[in-house]
């Protein structure tokens, strides 16, 4: 077993467990704590798929800055409410049900596929490429992303503000 394939391994766990706890935590804000590390774990296997800038954007973005917006949330509406926000999962059931038969329906198609050996080698520069496709094909989409974070930002200062 490589090194590689380890870590490949123990971010697996620490992705799937994260997971879980995310769903099955009843305080909201260890939910949001689990969430994180569930997205740095994301970010870990980025990492090794040789995509250091995608790593760098999935700590920025989704790790560091929607944890913390969430966090803001929940702390302003706690203060708005008075009273502690408890995270109830229902129908614990039918989602463990629904989750299984996905799960099986991924094993299948994995089952069925034929994955290369080795890894192929990478074609040029993936940031590079990366950076040409967001600002030429999709920059609408780069730019609608880049509005709804602000319309966020502005909301929190809207709710975080005093009334006075």
Not at 17 to 43: D, E, I, Q, R, W
Not at 65 to 83: P, S
Not at 124 to 148: H, K, N, Q, Y
């Amino acid at each position: 077993m490589t090194l590689e394939t380890a870590g490949f391994w123990g971010l697996a766990a620490v992705l799937l467990a994260g997971s879980l706890a995310v769903v099955l935590t009843k305080n909201l804000f260890h939910s949001v704590l689990y969430l994180a590390g569930a997205l740095v774990a994301t970010g870990g296997v980025f990492l090794l798929l040789d995509a250091a800038f995608l790593f760098g954007i999935q700590l920025l973005l989704y790790a560091g800055g929607v944890v913390t917006i969430v966090v803001f949330a929940i702390m302003l509406t706690e203060r708005l409410v008075g009273e502690r926000i408890r995270q109830t999962s229902r129908r614990l059931a039918n989602g463990a049900i629904v989750s299984a038969a996905v799960f099986v329906g991924i094993l299948m198609a994995v089952g069925q596929a034929r994955l290369p050996t080795e890894r192929p080698p990478l074609a040029g520069d993936v940031t590079r490429g990366l950076g040409e496709a967001l600002l030429t094909r999709s920059v609408l989409s780069f730019e609608l992303l880049a509005v709804l974070l602000v319309a966020a930002l502005l909301g929190a200062l809207y709710f975080a503000r005093n009334d006075d």
